[in-house]
């Protein structure tokens, strides 16, 4: 199984931008051709996809979240990077990167552990 | 998409089996079998137990079974174990290309 590690701030101001990056071990982005996901998880609810991407940087969006989300993948460094803009408190959660099963459509089998952002002035 | 139903809490004892439901609707949950499910502890990496409805990944253990029927899928575990106290999240496919995620229900081993 891949490792996963996510990293960036833990604190944004309100009407930034959250910016994140997932490091892949034991797997590579390109010759594994799956796709690579971010979700989220709110304290105390439940989990929320945000979006996925493929190694040639095809993308899925949450339509709820679309338009201040962007999902990146460098290659090279065998990362992917997760974006969202006009942060507001509601976004403060616990952000999750996972890697998609064989079939897309199968769900994620492997996480990182998590990285909370709070979104405070 | 609003998020699929799922209980807040159950709880069993050692040995015994417990349920947990997954309600949707025909644009999810019923309308694909693409229905997977996750265990997660705090403060560690969310666990893949079940994928397709039915399968289990290797080194999951056979007391995690997987079903649907209609519109409500549901994970299942037997001879229940001290250390399967855990949040547990059901997650669908729900068409092009996105993902629904359950409220999550928080198991207690009595």
């Known amino acids: 199984q891949p490792q996963l590690q996510e990293s960036g701030p833990g604190l944004v101001k309100p009407s930034e931008t959250l910016s994140l990056t997932c490091n892949v071990s034991?797997?590579?982005?390109?010759?594994?051709?799956?796709?690579w996901g971010w979700i989220r998880q709110p304290p105390g609810k439940g989990l929320e996809w945000i979006g996925s991407i493929y190694y040639n940087g095809g993308t899925y969006y949450n339509p709820s979240l679309k338009s201040r989300v962007t999902i990146s993948v460098d290659t090279s460094e065998n990362q992917f990077s997760l974006k969202l803009s006009s942060v507001t408190a509601a976004d403060t959660t616990v952000y999750f990167c996972a890697r998609h099963g064989v079939n897309y459509r199968s769900g994620f089998d492997s996480w990182g552990q998590g990285t909370l952002v709070a979104v405070s002035s | 998409q609003s998020a699929l139903t799922q209980p807040r809490s159950v709880s069993a004892s050692p040995g015994q089996s417990v349920t947990i439901s997954c309600s949707g609707t025909?644009?999810?949950?019923?309308?694909?079998?693409?229905i997977s499910w996750y265990q997660e502890i705090p403060g560690t990496a969310p666990k893949l137990l079940i994928y397709d409805v039915t399968k289990r990944p290797s080194g999951v253990p056979d007391r995690f079974s997987g079903s649907k029927s209609g519109n409500t899928a549901s994970l299942t575990i037997s001879g229940l174990q001290a250390d399967d106290e855990a949040d547990y999240y059901c997650?669908?496919?729900?068409?092009?290309?996105?993902?629904?995620f359950g409220g999550g229900t928080k198991l207690t081993v009595l």
């Open positions: 034991g797997d590579s982005i390109i010759t594994s051709r799956r796709y």
């Open positions: 025909s644009s999810e949950v019923g309308g694909y079998n693409y």
């Open positions: 997650c669908s496919y729900a068409g092009s290309y996105t993902f629904v």
